[in-house]
């Protein structure tokens, strides 16, 4: 099926469909060195890791109440939507002796340290500001999480988009070379899931590290504080080794920068991060094939985003119901969920090495489209067992059935596939779309950015309400999540077909003419 002015940017870079590349940098950078330089997503992805599988029940421990839990998380979209377009824009600007993106990369590395430490030390920050024991609301840990949490947020940003900017600088126009950079990034960020989620999964921490162990801090608290203290260690060391493996030649009068590797220069763009006002007027100059992939982004970011939000919270209140402020079992149940999100980043580890394949023999939006279907399925499963697992009486020690675990277990390691579909294949189909037209790849990532936080701004607004609205239960959110993620799939199947190599070559001189005149 082909849509009106689908004729007009088809060139894609990331459906296999996207193999060759028009245009190549005047010197190729070797693979190792990309590797190198996507090693920090390691560092950061492992504390983004712990933050998703245990910072929404450990703000539940605080005293923050469930319905309220998902607003926290809206300081991620937020920077996202300010903090990255600002840092990017910044970035294409900076003219320090260490270059243009890793200045903010250490920045960003710094911030991830602090703030993680913040947010471990928080019950103990909090009792020196005046928190008392027991099951009282905890407001100063509560304040300090808070900076922590939001701080947290905008070291990711700052430190993710210039490493995907250098990533950028240095495989040049080549597109093979830059979906191979984003397969090594997301790679990266599937091995910090791992050992994160490993981490997090893991509770005797606080007996390895006793000295984490205070009056104010429990043991699951300790677990937490040793975790974030390994992400410290694991961030400074994928940190150095990103910033030492490019050597970027700072910024010149004439606004144009050269990316030094060895022996290799790589001459980057022109092209800038924009800021908000720059994106929102640039959307009248997109074309309908770049509408499809920003719908198809928006609505899979809405499937995504619940999941993000409740899915150790899920485990630990739906399958073992628990209550993060009565005993064990809702830890018990977190951990268990901590243990399936590791295996999902296994999966989503190996899928990011084969998409490249995969996306060559059968097109990039038949295989986005497939992977949302397949997270519609894994989020009917969810509901289908949260109601199974409310109507069926467990035994006296109150553990759930092995049925239910296992199956819920099977489900978070199935995501791991569209996980790494979502991590890849929107960066490189909205960068090859909107290249023919001119507009530059900053812009690109900018409007991409756009299409995830809008909707994930929306579902940590509404989502803690409408749960609490029909009882309490994350179900309500995982139903929206399956219906946008079946919708996503259906639009990236039929609004985003392959091309071929020929007929996207042709159309890439038409869109320049059309450009030039």
């Avoid at 006793?210 to 390994?230: D, E, G, Q, R, Y």
Wanted: net charge positive.
């Amino acid at each position: 099926m082909t849509f009106p002015g689908q004729q007009r940017a088809e060139t894609e870079s990331v459906a296999a469909a996207c193999g060759d590349a028009l245009l190549a940098p005047p010197q190729k950078v070797s693979r190792r060195v990309l590797l190198r330089v996507a090693s920090v997503a390691c560092g950061v992805q492992f504390g983004w890791a712990l933050q998703l599988s245990l910072l929404t029940p450990y703000v539940q421990e605080l005293g923050i109440p469930h319905q309220f839990a998902s607003l926290v998380w809206l300081c991620g979209p937020l920077s996202g939507l300010l903090v990255q377009p600002f840092v990017g824009h910044m970035s294409d600007r900076c003219a320090s002796s260490l270059g243009r993106r890793r200045p903010f990369i250490i920045g960003g590395a710094f911030s991830i340290a602090l703030s993680v430490l913040l947010i471990g030390y928080s019950a103990d920050i909090g009792r020196i500001l005046g928190d008392t024991g027991g099951g009282e609301t905890k407001y100063g840990a509560i304040a300090v999480y808070l900076v922590g949490f939001w701080l947290l947020d905008v070291g990711n940003n700052t430190t993710q988009g210039p490493c995907r900017a250098l990533l950028a600088d240095l495989t040049g126009k080549d597109h093979r070379r830059t979906r191979v950079a984003n397969a090594y990034f997301s790679l990266f960020m599937a091995l910090g899931n791992i050992l994160g989620f490993a981490t997090g999964s893991f509770s005797h921490w606080y007996s390895i590290l006793p000295f984490n162990v205070t009056s104010a801090c429990s043991i699951s608290c300790a677990n937490l504080k040793s975790a974030f203290l390994l992400d410290v260690v694991l961030l400074l060391i994928t940190t150095c080794i990103s910033v030492s493996s490019a050597k970027e030649i700072p910024l010149s009068s004439a606004n144009r920068v050269t990316t030094s590797v060895g022996d290799s220069l790589v001459q980057s763009d022109n092209g800038h991060e924009a800021f908000l006002w720059e994106l929102i007027g640039s959307c009248r100059y997109l074309t309908l094939p770049i509408w499809m992939v920003l719908i198809a982004t928006a609505l899979t970011w809405i499937g995504w985003f619940p999941f993000t939000l409740f899915d150790t919270d899920w485990m630990g209140r739906e399958i073992y119901k628990g209550n993060p402020d009565e005993g064990q079992m809702y830890q018990t149940g977190v951990r268990m969920g901590a243990t399936g999100l590791m295996l999902n980043s296994i999966v989503l580890g190996f899928t990011s090495v084969v998409l490249e394949k995969l996306c060559r023999k059968f097109g990039a939006g038949l295989i986005w489209g497939i992977s949302n279907i397949v997270m519609f399925f894994c989020f009917l499963g969810i509901l289908i067992l949260s109601s199974l697992a409310k109507n069926t009486d467990y035994p006296p020690n109150g553990l759930p059935p092995g049925g239910f675990v296992i199956a819920s277990l099977v489900i978070f390691t199935i995501l791991g596939a569209p996980l790494a579909v979502t991590y890849t294949i929107p960066y490189a189909m909205i960068s090859a779309r909107i290249e023919p037209l001119g507009l530059g790849q900053g812009l690109s990532m900018g409007i991409l950015n756009l299409a995830i936080v809008v909707p994930q701004m929306v579902v940590s607004v509404g989502s803690g309400p409408l749960d609490q609205l029909f009882g309490g239960s994350n179900s309500p959110a995982f139903a929206v999540g399956a219906i946008a993620a079946f919708a996503s799939g259906l639009v990236a199947i039929v609004g985003l077909p392959p091309r071929s190599i020929t007929t996207r070559t042709t159309t890439l001189r038409r869109v320049q003419r059309n450009v030039n005149t």
